[in-house]
């Protein structure tokens, strides 16, 4: 997907023009991906424009700083005061949001703590991730997730997406939208940039965070869904087999937002159409994003966007 680039990026405290935001080939960060990151959607609601879940995001992006003894100097408050300052003056909406704190130019070598922390957050308009709008159609990846006590998980971080671009780059090869991941005990764990759900027999599966898996937020809004719906939960660990006879079965993510998969390593889930449980919760994600509902958790963040930007 070619970038659209927009005009501003916010850097260190600052809005700069989208051509200035360079770094030096020599940063640390470009020999040894230490970087964390966020990406975020900003929908527009009939004549606004609002954020999904801006502080969960930013408070993630925190955590993945602290697991890697990364300093912020901002509070979350102030992290999404620079989300929206940036959103408004790009004037770009529905967009996706990208903020990125690494470890700039300093020192050469493995150990990052005297290499400067930089943070930077650009916005531009980004549509659908997994394509397939008649279900997606993925694979089991011969690649397993992050071994726990490797590369931790829960750190959203630019390091951990060497393993996703192995992992994407082999579906997309042999012909599928996108590859599901076990973890190194063979229990289903992730998608390369998405969180996994099957439902059977009424109830909805999903793998715990101990399965190499990010705390999506996605995921998170959909359990909260769910749970309001009634519809029973269960995180716990999942064979892998169970994906090819479970009744329904979907991805969650801030890029892939809701989408059902039609069919696992050519088998088809059911009929390989989107299913009752995830046709509900589908539509319940949609339509409080794009404002047809009561945003009753208040998951979005209001921006001044004047102009809108058709994706
Ligand atoms: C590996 C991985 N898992 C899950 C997710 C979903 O997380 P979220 O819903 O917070 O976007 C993402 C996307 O950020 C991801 O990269």
């Known amino acids: 997907m070619p970038l659209q680039t927009t005009t501003n990026i916010w850097h260190n405290g600052q809005l700069i023009r989208w051509e200035k935001a360079q770094i030096h080939v ?8 230490s970087s964390v990151f966020e990406g975020i959607r900003c929908y527009t609601q009939g004549d606004g424009a609002g954020v999904f879940r801006l502080r969960e995001h930013m408070q993630r992006l925190i955590d993945s700083a602290k697991i890697y003894r990364m300093p912020i100097p901002y509070t979350v408050d102030q992290l999404c005061d620079a989300v ?6 790009n004037g770009v909406a529905p967009c996706y949001i990208r903020p990125i704190a690494f470890r700039g130019y300093g020192e050469i070598g493995v150990n990052p703590l005297k290499s400067p922390v930089e943070i930077y957050i650009a916005n531009f308009p980004w549509g659908k991730y997994v394509q397939g709008d008649e279900g997606a159609d993925v694979c089991i990846s011969s690649w397993n997730r992050l071994a ?3 590369m931790p998980s829960l ?6 997406y060497m393993n996703s671009q192995l992992i994407r780059m082999e579906a997309d090869i042999n012909g599928y939208v996108e590859g599901v991941a076990l973890d190194t005990n063979g229990y289903l764990s992730e998608g390369s940039g998405e969180n996994l759900f099957l439902v059977r027999g009424g109830t909805i599966y999903t793998s715990p965070l101990a399965n190499s898996v990010l705390n999506g937020i996605t995921r998170d809004s959909i359990l909260t869904l769910a749970r309001q719906m009634g519809i029973p939960i269960v995180e716990q660990a999942l064979p892998r087999e169970l994906l090819y006879i479970c009744d329904e079965a979907f991805f969650t993510g801030t890029a892939a937002e809701v989408t059902h998969l039609r069919s696992v390593d050519r088998i088809l889930i059911a009929d ?8 509900k919760l589908h539509k319940a994600f949609f339509d409080i994003v794009n404002g047809l509902a009561l945003d009753k958790y208040n998951w979005l963040t209001p921006v001044k966007v004047r102009e809108a930007v058709a994706v």
Do not use: L, Q, W
């Open 148 to 150: 726990p006590n490797t």
């Open 84 to 89: 929206v300052e940036v959103v408004e003056a």
């Open 272 to 279: 390989g159409s989107i299913g009752p449980i995830t046709s």
């Open 155 to 160: 750190a959203k971080a630019g390091a951990n």
């Open 26 to 33: 020599m940063s640390h960060v470009i020999h040894y991906g």
